[in-house]
């Protein structure tokens, strides 16, 4: 959706912001706050249903609300305090009183409906209350991809590393994605990343999507993710492919080596998150995708940023690092496809080895790459998706 209004324009799927044609940063709640009054512009929006939007629902005082609409004021150059843009009405609210243009899917005036080939974002609520925000592109029998390390629902519609991999999987299945929370465009950024949760929040997106039944694509870290919703919920999935996963967190392994890696990547994420144009930050990038080119890391770098805060990313690598599902692998009875690259550098292939050969009706394909992340125009790339989909569109065994 893109708005615009006097001398502004916001484009809520880039998530970007131009006053008099020049891009301005705005911090994610006065982006979240500034997209309410403008989806709601001309009307009443209360007190409680700003905190809902913009915090979650958590408790905040007057003072951090007035901080955050004087910043809204401050972006869109609101400083006539006779003739205010964002009205303040004494003890019913806030509202937008400017005249604002709404262009949905290339149609200017038109609200609502669904282009399948793009993509509009929804929000699920998880069983304590987050905001999950999810996304259903694409035609075909229902496909969930699992949540991972990191993601960002709009980034990764523009991305020139994600987004081939979505229009290959869109061209044969409805696929729904979601951000994890704390992630993206999901909420609570200060939050417990604990398995249970991520579970709950995978089935709040499930049934907010409305699939009963559906198919599982999952790598990295939503692989034991994947693997604990499928044990604990049989009966929603039909099948699951598992790319580049674990089913043992670093931090529950043997290995010392796997430990000290862990700790690197915690070093990184506190050095050099959010600097695209830093050395730490392409460093860390480079680790997932050693044979990207200049532009993917790029392209990546941005993500960490947008996708999440260092604490953030922190906590949730730290929490991932203790996941260990391995006790329910033999209770996962669905078809299984289990795909890793010979030289992945961040989870080792004896991880999918060790999924493939406890899980009673798996099999087990390696590709050549020593990249983590799928990166598109590559031979791996190719097996991956084509693997991938053979194996979900197959007819089930008799």
């Not at 674990?246 to 994420?269: P, V």
């Not at 599902?325 to 669905?334: A, D, F, N, Y």
Request: with cysteine; aromatic share 6%.
């Amino acid at each position: 959706m893109k708005f615009r209004f006097s001398d502004c324009e916001l484009d809520t799927r880039l998530l970007i912001f131009l006053k008099s044609g020049r891009p301005v940063t705005l911090e994610p709640q006065v982006l979240r706050m500034l997209t309410l009054f403008l989806e709601r512009a001309g009307e009443v929006v209360s007190r409680d249903e700003l905190v809902d939007t913009v915090w979650d629902g958590r408790i905040v005082s007057d003072s951090t609300i007035s901080t955050r609409i004087n910043a809204v004021r401050r972006a869109i150059g609101d400083n006539d305090r006779n003739r205010r843009l964002v009205e303040t009405l004494s003890k019913r609210g806030y509202r937008f009183a400017a005249d604002v243009d709404r262009e949905a899917d290339g149609h200017p005036g038109r609200l609502g409906g669904q282009d399948r080939r793009d993509q509009v974002v929804r929000v699920a609520r998880s069983a304590d209350g987050t905001m999950i925000a999810h996304a259903t592109t694409g035609q075909g029998p229902p496909l969930l991809r699992a949540g991972q390390f990191l993601t960002h629902l709009n980034m990764d519609w523009e991305s020139g590393v994600r987004r081939p991999l979505l229009d290959r999987m869109g061209a044969s299945f409805s696929l729904t994605r979601f951000d994890q929370r704390g992630t993206g465009l999901s909420g609570s950024p200060q939050t417990d990343f604990s398995l249970d949760r991520l579970v709950q929040d995978m089935l709040a997106v499930a049934d907010d999507a409305g699939l009963d039944q559906f198919a599982v694509w999952a790598s990295s870290q939503g692989v034991p993710v994947s693997l604990a919703f499928a044990a604990r919920y049989p009966e929603r999935v039909s099948r699951m492919v598992l790319y580049g996963g674990f089913a043992q967190g670093r931090a529950t392994r043997s290995r010392s080596d796997e430990r000290m890696q862990s700790d690197t990547l915690l070093d990184l994420i506190a050095e050099g998150w959010g600097n695209p144009e830093g050395a730490f930050a392409k460093a860390y990038a480079t680790l997932f995708m050693p044979d990207a080119t200049a532009t993917q890391l790029e392209d990546m770098c941005r993500m960490q940023l947008a996708s999440a805060t260092p604490e953030v990313a922190i906590a949730l690598r730290r929490s991932l690092d203790t996941i260990d599902v391995s006790g329910v692998l033999r209770k996962i009875e669905m078809p299984v496809l289990v795909i890793h690259a010979t030289r992945d550098s961040i989870n080792p292939l004896e991880q999918s080895r060790m999924i493939a050969s406890s899980l009673p009706n798996a099999r087990l394909k390696v590709i050549d790459s020593r990249n983590h992340v799928p990166l598109p125009n590559t031979d791996a790339f190719e097996d991956i998706v084509k693997a991938s989909i053979d194996f979900l569109t197959s007819a089930p065994s008799a």
